[in-house]
Nanobody
Framework: QVQLVESGGGSVQAGGSLRLSCAAS??????MGWFRQAAGKEREGVAA???????KYADSVKGRFTISKDNAKNILYLQMNSLKPEDTAMYYC??????????????????WGQGTQVTVSS
């Protein structure tokens, strides 16, 4: 059972930056990803990375967000730049031991963190 603990959320003004971190208890996953859920909306995939470092981003964050991982420390990161009010959401770290066809599809992940809130004001 993978345990995931997110940190780094907070409140920023539009145009600002935040870096989210996710500490994982295991390293032998096939995919890790960041998802977000805004109030009244479904959880959506933001970014994902596989075991060899290939990445996938939602169109809404391409060029602004960067997913990366430190394999030695078992930590997943999400660097978020040029934040917009529409980025406001609870952000979740997720991990999967499955061979996912669609890395941004939440159904492919079998372990989730508790979430960290990101609020972007205009």
């Amino acid at each position: 059972q993978v345990q995931l603990v997110e940190s780094g959320g907070g409140s920023v003004q539009a145009g600002g930056s935040l870096r989210l971190s996710c500490a994982a208890s295991r390293y032998d996953y096939r995919y890790m990803g960041w998802f977000r859920q805004a109030a009244g909306k479904e959880r959506e995939g933001v970014a994902a990375i596989d075991s060899i470092g290939s990445t996938k981003y939602a169109d809404s964050v391409k060029g602004r967000f960067t997913i990366s991982k430190d394999n030695a420390k078992n930590i997943l990161y999400l660097q978020m730049n040029s934040l917009k009010p529409e980025d406001t959401a609870m952000y979740y770290c997720a991990a999967s031991s499955l061979n996912i066809v669609f890395p941004l599809w939440r159904g492919g992940y079998n372990a989730w963190g508790q979430g960290t809130q990101v609020t972007v004001s205009s």
